[in-house]
Structures are given as C-alpha cells and as structure tokens.
C-alpha cells in the first residue's frame, strides 16, 4: 500500500506590516525561520524578536552568568543580518521555563506593545516528526504564545496589563509555527537562505559547544537540507514551512 501523497504547501498570507516572533532561545529562529524573515523584512515589513531566556543554560563549559550576555549579543547580531531590530528578553529561566499565567501574561504584554497581525513561534508538540523528543521550553512557550494570542485582545485576563499602559490588541489575524510536523504553509527560502546562513552563524559560541563539524559546513547544509524538504511540497524551490492557525 503506498503513502498517501502530501497536499502543496500554501503560500503564506501576505496583507499584513507587522510580526512578532516569540521563542524560548537564541537561535530557535535561525534553525530555519530566519530566511522567512530575511524575505519579510526585505519588503518592507516590521518584525521584532521576544525571547522567553538568555540561553544561559544551553552551553556546558559556560557558566550561565557568563553565558546570557554573550548569547544575548549573538543573538542581536544574528537578528540584524537578516534586518531585525528589535531583540526583547523575558528573562525566564532557561530549561525550566514554566506554561502558565506568567508566561502568558509576558507574552501577551508584548503582543500589546508591539501590535502584529502575524506572530511566528516554534514547534510546541511533544516532538519533531515523531522521532526526536521537543525540548520543555519549546512546549511551554510555543503553547503559551498560541494562547497570549487571544490573551492580548482580552482586557479581563490580565487587566493589570491596562493599567501599565498597554491597552488590548485583537489584531493577530495568524500564529505560525515553525518546525512543525503539519505544516499548512510556506515561504520561498530563495533569496533569504544566504542571510540565513549568515545569521545562524552568528551563534558562533554555541556552533562551536554543539558539534565538531565546521561551523559553515554544519549551518549550511542543515539549512539546505532543511528548506530543501520543505520545498518538495512548495513547487521544488527552497522553503520555510509553517502551520498557520488563523485567529
């Protein structure tokens, strides 16, 4: 009996300005996402980075008061290759970030300030593909900003959020979630996957903790084979894929 063929990819939609990516750790993004971004940013729309931790505990020979600031610099610098300015922190604890109203709240919060149509966030199921284990942080912050989408428009939930001044945003029309197993759709990779590659490497203190292999070699060929797959199911081009709930 043969596999059931995969449905083509969707493009992505594209009547909106501005984007709020939210992830647990320096670098979820440029494992794959960043080439959207580099697309997105080169025409002219407004997208902004909200990390849940510092990535402190994500380097062994570092320790995590020597590691936050350094991986917070590379991850400023791998958000300006590919024209991404803004860079926020929550300043949870990597490893053991916590699902809950807490984590909720902060996200939602930024939401409020930064008012997108779009936000972006990372696999929240229990694994990629059903072959690796997901990360805890992953879960808890992909499934909280999948919630704080609604939160950000809900003047009641968190109405404290009111009185520091951020009043409620009801204008995400999409969450898109990258590194997803049911993708819906995607973004040609093409012109972005170079600045994607660029901007990977700008974790270089973490590229160098993580494998042997040459930096370049090892960022280069993930990507291409990662966009590559994507594309099989986007008319053979490069891709970046999503799952796309519409709100």
Known sequence: ????????????????RRALAVVAHPDDLEYGCSAAIAAWTDAG???????????????????????????????????AVVGVREVEFLDHRDGVVEYGPALRRDIAAAIRRHRPELVITLNHRDTWGAVA?????????GRATLDAAADAGNR????????????????????????????THAVD????????????????TYLEALTDEDPETYVRGFLQQY?????ERFGGRPAVAFEVFGR
């Open 1 to 16: 009996m043969t596999e059931p063929t995969p449905s083509p990819l969707q493009p992505m939609p594209e009547d909106w």
């Open 227 to 231: 966009t590559a797959a994507a594309g």
């Open 133 to 141: 284990w997901n990360t805890p942080d992953h879960l808890a912050v």
């Open 45 to 79: 729309r407004e997208i902004a980075y909200v990390l849940a931790t510092r990535g402190e505990a994500g380097i062994d020979t570092l320790p995590p008061a020597e590691c936050a600031p350094l991986r917070e610099r590379e991850q400023r610098a791998s958000a």
């Open 156 to 183: 009641w939930i968190f109405p404290e959020l009111t009185g520091q001044g951020l009043e409620p945003w009801n204008g995400v029309r999409w969450v898109a979630v990258a590194g997803s197993s049911s993708p």
């Open 189 to 204: 990779a093409t012109d972005g996957l170079e600045r994607a590659v660029r901007s990977l490497l700008e974790h270089r």
